[in-house]
């Protein structure tokens, strides 16, 4: 927890970082069986920063987690069972990138498995595009867990060009 907080939030002017502690600490004291992964300080962040007091901030989550607790089951089975629907969700939507994926030895779960983990809130916590990641966390509310292949997806569309032209070493 010392390590993500200060990887994520030290210097952000909105969270105190202390209480961002105190926060993800009570709730792998909270949920004993999942406790805490990396990830959750993300999210844990972003409800801070946008609601500004703790004790919300941490009903909050918990709510969240019960949406995506099976995310972070021991064994991670069901994250695996989310990285291998979007593969066949980009197979079926963005064929040529996901061809392209392959001929490089890119697996998707090596980028998606941030943004799935943290309801995309590692990837645009500090952008311009944080008005974007609040729309993002309204569907994922409203309606679960599907918005993440959907947002996956068009962040893929949107930068298509630019990656069918990379090579990946």
């Known amino acids: 927890i010392e390590i993500d907080v200060q990887r994520?939030?030290?210097?952000?002017?909105?969270?105190?970082?202390?209480?961002?502690?105190?926060?993800?600490?009570?709730y792998a004291?909270?949920?004993?069986?999942?406790?805490?992964?990396q990830g959750m300080n993300y999210m844990m962040g972003f409800?801070?920063?946008n609601l500004q007091d703790p004790e919300?901030?941490?009903?909050?989550?918990?709510?969240?987690?019960?949406?995506?607790?099976?995310?972070?089951d021991h064994e991670?089975?069901?994250?695996?069972?989310?990285?291998f629907k979007f593969t066949r969700i980009l197979e079926l939507y963005l064929p040529e990138l996901s061809d392209h994926f392959k001929r490089?030895?890119?697996?998707?779960?090596?980028?998606?498995?941030?943004?799935?983990i943290t309801g995309f809130s590692s990837a645009f916590q500090y952008s311009t595009?944080?008005?974007?990641?609040?729309?993002?966390w309204d569907q994922f509310l409203l309606d679960g867990v599907k918005i993440i292949?959907?947002?996956?997806?068009?962040?893929?569309?949107?930068?298509?060009?630019k990656l069918l032209d990379m090579k990946f070493d």
């Open 149 to 161: 292949y959907k947002v996956g997806l068009i962040i893929l569309l949107e930068f298509k060009d």
């Open 56 to 72: 919300l901030s941490f009903k909050c989550f918990c709510k969240t987690m019960e949406l995506i607790r099976p995310l972070f």
């Open 29 to 37: 004291a909270h949920d004993r069986e999942v406790s805490y992964c």
């Open 76 to 83: 991670f089975k069901q994250l695996k069972k989310v990285f």
């Open 47 to 49: 409800l801070y920063i």
């Open 8 to 26: 994520s939030f030290n210097n952000h002017k909105n969270c105190d970082p202390q209480i961002l502690k105190n926060l993800l600490k009570a």
């Open 104 to 116: 490089e030895k890119v697996e998707p779960s090596y980028f998606v498995a941030p943004w799935f």
């Open 129 to 136: 595009h944080s008005m974007f990641l609040e729309k993002i």
